[in-house]
């Protein structure tokens, strides 16, 4: 299972990523931003995608909608993590297509909790982080 | 532009530094803590030939992991401080245009995005996790009904 992280972030990348390897995801692709996100997606796809939202270029908002136009990516999953964190944000967000969505500050075993509500339960994840 | 905002912004990112700082010495501390009962264990392992503690080690270094886990989460503040800088800076641009139009000076252009509401006055983690897990239980209830 192939998972894409988006974030302009080199340290909250880091952190999700190592979070995904402690969940036994190996196979993840990063971008720093929606524009290089998209192209990498079109190039080698991805099963999952963790985005951020405020990233220079092409915000994840907009990386999202872009997903969701593209007749071959449309369905891939999407889980938004962001600071923004108003009701408006939160429903925008929706909108535009994501599947879930975690304000930042966030604990890993909330990472844990959000991709297994949207991941086929024949999924097994491995070395959880415990509660 | 509010004066009393900038600073409460920039008072803001140093707390959070702070606090930032603090719970990742405190999280490296449990960690060394638990590395040097791990390493008693394993000592006196080592001198009594007896296998029978390896388990309590294992579950410690289980521990340790967990810790270093949670240690690396609390780096997200460096991440949320650069948001409200950027906050700030759009701040400040806006300043800068406002003294540039009186003088009749081009107005700047920030290269950044700025949040609207950034979540984190304090690095409690998963704040708003359930308001925010009701509006996406709410929202995709109302889609199955077609309601939006």
Known sequence: MKIMVVDDSMTTRRIIINCLHRLGFKEIVEAENGKKAFETLTQVGADLILTDWNMPEVSGLEFVQKVRSHDNLKKTPIIMITTNSSKEEVLEALRAGVNNYIVKPFTPETLKEKILSILPSSIQLTGLPRQ | ?148
């Open chain 2, 1 to 148: 532009m509010e004066n009393g905002k900038v600073i409460g912004q920039l008072d803001s990112i140093t707390r959070l530094a702070e606090e930032g700082a603090t719970e990742t010495l405190a999280g490296l501390e449990r960690c060394i803590a638990g590395v040097d009962d791990v390493l008693c264990i394993l000592n006196k392992t080592k001198t009594s030939r007896d296998l029978g503690e390896l388990g309590t080690a294992e579950t410690k270094l289980q521990q340790v992991l967990d810790c270093l886990y949670t240690t690396m989460s609390a780096l997200q503040f460096q991440d949320i401080n650069t948001q409200k800088l950027y906050k700030v800076m759009a701040m400040l641009a806006e300043l800068n245009d406002y003294l540039n139009e009186l003088v009749g000076s081009p107005k700047s252009r920030p290269d950044f995005v700025v949040a609207k509401d950034i979540e984190g006055d304090d690095l409690a983690k998963d704040k708003n996790k359930l308001q925010v897990d009701e509006l996406v239980k709410q929202f995709q209830c109302d889609q199955s009904h077609g309601l939006k």
